[in-house]
């Protein structure tokens, strides 16, 4: 599955920015690993996040803002089954490419 998301505040600053656009697919297409960016949902909010470490049997994901971020630093690991998606790639803002 395909999906599009738009980046909402500024904690994956300065790597994305409010506004910014990405292009994301399932995990099944672009596997979790370190590094990536993740979409997932807790409490019916959807989170972007990176992926630091797999811990037991979910993902520690934190924001690259420490200071503007709520992540697994506060919540704990992410579960698999949350993870919605995994970006592959910015679409836009066209000048941030």
Known sequence: MLYFLR???DSMSPSLRDGDR???LTPR???I?????IAFRRGGELYLKRVLARE???WFAVGDNPS???DS???GP???SAVEAVAVCRLAPFRRL
């Open 7 to 9: 980046v909402q505040g």
């Open 22 to 24: 990405l292009f994301a």
């Open 29 to 31: 297409l672009n596997p």
């Open 33 to 37: 690993r370190p590094g990536k960016i």
């Open 56 to 58: 037991g049997e979910g």
């Open 68 to 70: 503007r971020s709520t």
């Open 73 to 75: 630093r506060r919540f």
């Open 78 to 80: 992410v579960p698999e």
